[in-house]
């Protein structure tokens, strides 16, 4: 029998660098190594074949995406990235990737072994996954793993205590890449999120995925598990099969306790936005600090609901932005608040607007806010909510939600990650996308008159159709920056302040505004969460010298990302005066 080939042989040397020790594993475009470096360490190397990879699997500059990944990432509970290059082996192009050594197992081996895992121990893994993914998402660059299974989680066993760690990244992505390109094939279709059949991804894609994994250790088989031999080959029958079974109510044998269902149960909900928000609130909910109540089933919750916003904190919850926030109080909450007079004067409710900026500055959670102040009526949608792989089905998705708002109104449509939904139909994007931006279009035809208000928010405006930005559309743009001075001042104020009883004498607010210039409002209160962690690990108080060590393991906001936005926000102005393509000729306004 012929032993098959290895590109690498046992003792061919890296680079002068590292030694091949010997073969692990052979995947569809990437081998698995394991290798000793210069000090005899046992290390990892993972060679990728350029001629096999997918174009979708290089970044922008043609580097290979996945080793880009790992070298953004440092986490207890992420495998350790240490090295990477090129090699050309026999004409060949490749590049490897030098990953710590992990000694242990993955949660498949285990689970192949004892069949499922104790709850306690389960608990505990799933924590750890969660802290991984929560470190990924909070990055300034935020990182969508995509592949959380039990192939994926490795039991680090080398210490006392077993570590989980996420050890692959070949299908992570970016959040500001588009899905368009993404190649899902190879995926495990049990820990995929309704939406992600679709190459609709997002962070609640990664709670689902958590939710399976979850389900998969204490049960011992995936959530709403089928047959799949019938179906290989043909996937979208498969993917067809799964949704089908996702209809039915979640099943528990083996786990009994009634919070630990809640819990899955809200991870694994087919519509994301009936999930955990984030994995913050996923780990809030497994650490006891936030009562998970019995859902209802699948069925029942798969579409978007429309709720009555009670009043809360409002716009006082919200630090600084008061442009932002006196523009919405005159042109639209006075005119939903103030009908009578409003009919007086002529003044109608604008069809709607986009709140844009850079990632983690506070868009959704203005928007949130923003339904508080009004009280009324409110939809909260995403792109994987209203999209559908099926024929007409987005169109009918959009024309329900806006005859439910009508319904209803006044109501306020909320929908994140617009672009997505709504791309510009002069790219390459499919038919079907196209049609889904003829039919808001058409939906949004004096939505202002009809009592309904749209707000779309995105990271890139510019990726949305010219004709959703024109004049009783989204007629209304607002540019959301990173914080600046006073307002990171304050929003430290506002986190630290709910900590009195763990924060130590002497927080100098000035110079922790100072110390984080260009950091946006996500990062400020990821800043103070891992202070708070850390210090309660320590069963010590929040000082001021943790937290100008935490804000030191935290990158800013890149300048020349900054500068993006910035060219952004002149193009979108410049829209608002429909200058679509035109250059703007005369005085430069000072």
Sequence with gaps: ????????????????????????????????????????????????????????????????????????????????????????????????????????????????????????????TISGVLNGLNYLHSLQNPIIHNDITNLNVMLDLSGKVAIPRIIDFGYARFLSQSNKDFLKEGLNPFYQANEAFNKVFSFQS??????????????????????????????????????????????????????????????????????????????????GEMEVQQLSSPQDVSKPKLKEIKKGKGFSAIAGLDELKNEMRRSVIDVLQN??????????????????????????????HFAEEVGFNFILSTPSKLKSRYVNATQENIAQMFDDAEKNAPTIIFIDEINELLPNRDSDSHEMA????????AQMDRTGEKGIFIIGATNYPDMIDPAMLRSGRLEKKFYLPPPDLKLRKALFEMSLNVRKLVLDFGIDYDRLSALTENYVSSDIESIVNEATSIAMADDSKITMNLLEKVIKSYKPFPKDELSKYQSIKAKMEGLSENNYDRPRIGFKNK
Excluded at 8 to 18: A, V
Excluded at 340 to 368: D, I, S, W
Aim: proline share 4%.
């Design 434 to 441: 196209k049609s889904a931006v003829n039919e808001m279009l």
């Design 1 to 124: 029998m012929n032993k098959t080939k290895h590109i690498l042989s046992k003792g061919q040397s890296i680079d002068d660098k590292y030694k091949v020790a010997f073969f692990l594993k052979k995947g569809s475009y990437a081998e698995t190594y394991r290798v000793k470096d210069q000090e005899g360490k046992t290390k990892l190397l993972k060679l990728f074949a350029y001629s096999k990879l997918h174009r979708t699997q290089f970044d922008e500059n043609g580097d290979v995406l996945e080793i880009q990944v790992l070298k953004n990432i440092k986490h207890p509970n992420l495998v350790k990235y240490c090295d990477s290059g090129e090699l050309l082996l026999d004409g060949q192009k490749y590049a490897y990737a030098i990953l710590d050594f992990i000694s242990g197992e993955t949660l498949a081996d285990k689970l192949k072994r004892e069949q499922t895992i104790n709850p306690y121990e389960a608990k505990d």
């Design 206 to 287: 990664d709670v689902f995925s958590v939710g399976a994994l979850y389900y998969h250790l204490l049960e011992g088989l995936p959530p709403w598990f089928v047959e799949i031999s019938k179906y290989k080959a043909d996937s979208i029958k498969l993917e067809d099969a799964v949704i089908e079974e996702r209809k039915k109510p979640l099943k528990f044998s083996s786990v009994t306790d009634q919070q630990t269902q809640n819990i899955i149960s809200k991870a694994l909900q087919p519509n994301a936005e009936n999930r955990f928000k984030s994995v913050k609130d996923f780990i809030k909910a497994i650490n």
């Design 339 to 368: 009908p009578e007079k409003a009919k007086r004067y002529g003044a109608k409710l604008p069809n709607g607007m986009v709140l844009y900026g850079p990632p983690g500055c506070g868009k959704t959670f203005f928007a949130k």
